[in-house]
T-cell receptor, first 117, second 115 residues
Framework: DADVTQTPRNRITKTGKRIMLECSQT?????MYWYRQDPGLGLRLIYY???????NKGEISDGYSVSRQAQAKFSLSLESAIPNQTALYFC????????????????FGEGSRLTVL | AQKITQTQPGMFVQEKEAVTLDCTYD???????LFWYKQPSSGEMIFLIY??????QNATEGRYSLNFQKARKSANLVISASQLGDSAMYFC????????????FGQGTILTVHP
């Protein structure tokens, strides 16, 4: 099983619908992130959380919200989906306290492809 | 704030040849980290290599090496002896000292390896 699991892997929805993307991890990391990938733009940070009580906006948080239900779970919601939110979404984790050298490497889920019609 | 620029939307290389993928960065942090990730057509993100800003030697991981030129703010990825399986999207990313934990990504370069 993957260390970082995203559900659903693929979703097609309609404009105005509420969508939740879920992420769970078994790596025991405190830090979790949501990124979206668009062609030609790379990956951009939506939200991040450094522990259960900590939620921070990234560079493109408008139209999104998140919930950190537990250390291992971090979900992303689109309250009212619009077509320009069509993208590949990644959840990732990191643990800066682990290992040497400390790199801050991100461990990614397999991605959730969302299409908003 | 950090910025990563990858100026090569696409690159082509012959199998068994070496290829360099360019990455320049901008940051005001003294301590930072640079990463390269590979994304095959299946979509997953695979960590390749890491270079810390205070590391004096260029990082190497098997056929991957990172050509780190601090004064020029460049962190190019060199893939030696290219293989067909190297065909993928490659992303350069950085972690700034003041944005500890968050990575900023470049736009990506699509590498195609020809037989």
């Amino acid at each position: 099983d993957a260390d970082v699991t995203q559900t659903p892997r693929n979703r097609i929805t309609k404009t105005g619908k509420r969508i939740m993307l879920e992420c769970s991890q078994t790596k025991g990391h405190d830090r979790m992130y949501w990124y979206r990938q668009d062609p030609g733009l790379g990956l951009r940070l939506i939200y991040y959380s450094f522990d259960v009580k900590d939620i921070n906006k990234g560079e493109i948080s408008d139209g999104y919200s998140v919930s950190r239900q537990a250390q291992a779970k971090f979900s992303l919601s689109l309250e009212s989906a619009i077509p320009n939110q069509t993208a590949l979404y990644f959840c990732a984790t990191s643990d800066l306290a682990a290992g040497f050298p400390v790199t801050g490497e991100l461990f990614f889920g397999e991605g959730s492809r969302l299409t908003v019609l | 704030a950090q910025k990563i620029t990858q100026t090569q939307p696409g690159m082509f290389v012959q199998e068994k040849e070496a290829v360099t993928l360019d990455c320049t960065y901008d940051t005001s942090d003294q301590s930072y980290g640079l990463f390269w990730y590979k994304q095959p057509s299946s979509g997953e993100m695979i960590f390749l290599i890491y270079q810390g800003s205070y590391d004096e030697q260029n990082a190497t991981e098997g056929r991957y090496s990172l050509n780190f030129q601090k004064a020029r703010k460049s962190a190019n990825l060199v893939i030696s002896a290219s293989q067909l399986g190297d065909s993928a999207m490659y992303f350069c990313a950085m972690r700034g000292g003041t944005s500890y934990g968050k990575l900023t990504f470049g736009q990506g370069t699509i590498l195609t390896v020809h037989p």
